[in-house]
């Protein structure tokens, strides 16, 4: 099983991907931390994410870059939060894949799925602000659009969290009253 999950920011969908994977019966439960601790306000973002599953067994790995290369346990459940961090650190990180970041973040996320149970990606949803930007940010945009693009398609289902509201796109109402 693969679920793509994505909101904007504060809308719940970090916990509504918990949940998901917590409901999960069978299988080592591993958290995939994607956030390079870069500051202050960083080190604030990783340690409200580790409260949040505390008691919830999961075994965080963190991985910035290479996810490709990632080897996971076979048959666990999978949470990668978030794959927005994980381009932006494929992008500008020294051993990231810079230019080939679509391609290396896709490999990765196909890695996972053939070593997982069930996967759950986080993703955020930036594309319905009215700015306009250029430069490093307009490719950061293309980038994670062509990959939450890529990861739907792949996905047996997509969810969109607002509000703390699941908004099934992929899957659907079965799916739904399973997640409540």
């Given at each position: ?35 390079f601790?870069?500051?202050?306000e ?39 939060e ?17 230019e ?20 759950c ?26 990959i ?33």
């Amino acid at each position: 099983m693969f679920t793509v999950v994505t909101g904007g920011s504060g809308s719940g969908k970090s916990a509504f991907a918990e949940n998901l994977v917590v409901k999960e019966k069978d299988g080592r439960r591993i958290y995939i931390a994607t956030m390079f601790p870069y500051d202050q306000e960083s080190d604030k973002r990783i340690e409200r994410h580790r409260r949040m599953r505390r008691g919830k067994n999961f075994e965080t790995v963190e991985c910035y870059t290479g996810l490709k290369n990632l080897e996971i346990p076979r048959e666990s459940c999978v949470l990668l939060e978030c794959m927005s961090n994980l381009v932006a650190n494929e992008m500008f990180m020294e051993n990231g894949a810079g230019e080939y970041t679509v391609e290396a973040v896709c490999e990765g996320i196909q890695n996972l799925r053939r070593n997982c149970a069930h996967l759950c990606v986080v993703t955020n949803e930036i594309f319905s602000e009215a700015a306009t930007y250029e430069g490093d940010t307009r490719r950061y945009q293309e980038y994670l659009g062509q990959i939450n693009r890529r990861m739907v398609e792949m996905a047996d289902q997509a969810v969109e969290v607002v509000y703390g509201i699941p908004l099934w796109f992929k899957k659907g109402r079965d799916e739904e009253r399973r997640a409540d």
